[in-house]
């Protein structure tokens, strides 16, 4: 099983995140970050996961580049999971995560997602991750696999 991990991270706690992940993956395994994916990367792979820190209840405009620089034909027959990092304040819920517009950005291109969004949590804009993050990141990449 091949399986491409792509993050955008501004305080590096979403590169955490997604190296947790990688690292409980079996079979090859690579990652990078979005600024050096380009849409060849999702050639003969069977998981694509990406995840973006929330800013503003969106995703990195470059996350939201590479999105919309894919095709459709890139992310058919690909299973995609996708997560972001937040912070856990109430208001925040009011403008979204970026993990719902990753996905909904994902969907406009065909692309067929393999289960719900998931968002890891640090206590505060610049950090640090609530305690248990890596963990669960890694239990949840490991999750994917199986399904």
């Given at each position: 099983?091949?399986?491409?991990?792509?993050?955008?991270?501004?305080?590096?706690?979403?590169?955490?995140?997604?190296?947790?992940?990688?690292?409980?993956?079996?079979g090859?395994?690579?990652?990078?970050?979005?600024?050096?994916?380009?849409?060849?990367?999702?050639?003969?792979?069977?998981?694509?996961?990406?995840?973006?820190?929330t800013?503003?209840?969106?995703?990195?405009?470059?996350?939201?580049?590479?999105?919309?620089?894919?095709?459709?034909?890139?992310?058919?027959?690909?299973?995609?999971?996708?997560?972001?990092?937040?912070?856990?304040?109430?208001?925040?819920?009011?403008?979204?995560?970026?993990a719902?517009?990753?996905?909904?950005?994902?969907?406009?291109?065909?692309?067929?997602?393999?289960?719900?969004?998931?968002?890891?949590?640090v206590?505060?804009?610049?950090?640090?991750?609530?305690?248990?993050?890596?963990?669960?990141?890694?239990?949840?990449?490991?999750?994917?696999?199986?399904?």
């Amino acid at each position: 099983m091949k399986t491409l991990v792509l993050f955008d991270s501004m305080y590096g706690h979403t590169e955490k995140i997604a190296r947790a992940m990688a690292a409980a993956l079996a079979g090859e395994v690579v990652i990078k970050r979005v600024s050096e994916a380009t849409s060849a990367d999702l050639d003969k792979i069977d998981w694509f996961i990406i995840g973006s820190p929330t800013q503003g209840g969106r995703p990195l405009k470059t996350t939201q580049a590479f999105i919309d620089s894919l095709s459709e034909i890139s992310l058919k027959g690909v299973k995609i999971a996708v997560f972001d990092t937040r912070i856990p304040a109430k208001w925040v819920t009011v403008f979204g995560f970026a993990a719902g517009k990753i996905v909904g950005a994902l969907k406009k291109k065909g692309a067929t997602i393999a289960v719900k969004e998931e968002g890891f949590i640090v206590k505060a804009a610049k950090g640090p991750l609530l305690d248990g993050q890596l963990e669960r990141a890694a239990e949840w990449a490991k999750k994917l696999q199986q399904s």
